[in-house]
């Protein structure tokens, strides 16, 4: 069955980075849009990243030249490497594969504080 494993969170200072690791199997991920999202307290989950299996990269506005989503077709993960984070990037993150819309991984939290 499809499954996504999410870690690299934790708590950074504004400014700081962060690379986050999401672990898929049960699916072809070569050909596979892995997207990432994410849920601040009381928001609605929103989209930040996506990189389809090409490799063509889209980004919310709000993440734009920040952050980069990428993608190791070896090792069936996908990647969000955070830069120069403020505290309005506090969340939970969670990728998905966009084929599989329903299923979600347990999340890590980042949370941006000094």
């Known amino acids: 069955q499809v499954q996504l494993v999410e870690s690299g969170g934790g708590l950074v200072q504004p400014g700081g980075s962060l690379k986050l690791s999401c672990a898929t199997s049960?699916?072809?991920?070569?050909?596979?849009?892995m997207s990432w999202y994410r849920q601040a307290p009381g928001k609605v989950r929103e989209l930040v990243a996506s990189?389809?299996?090409?490799?063509?990269?889209t980004y919310a506005d709000s993440v734009k030249d920040r952050f980069t989503i990428s993608r190791d077709n070896a090792v069936n993960t996908v990647y969000l490497q955070m830069n120069n984070l403020i505290p309005e990037d506090t969340a939970v993150y969670y990728c998905?594969?966009?084929?599989?819309?329903?299923?979600w991984g347990q999340g890590t939290q980042v949370t941006v504080s000094s």
């Open positions: 998905r594969a966009e084929s599989y819309v329903q299923i």
């Open positions: 049960g699916f072809r991920f070569v050909l596979e849009t």
């Open positions: 990189i389809t299996g090409r490799q063509r990269t």
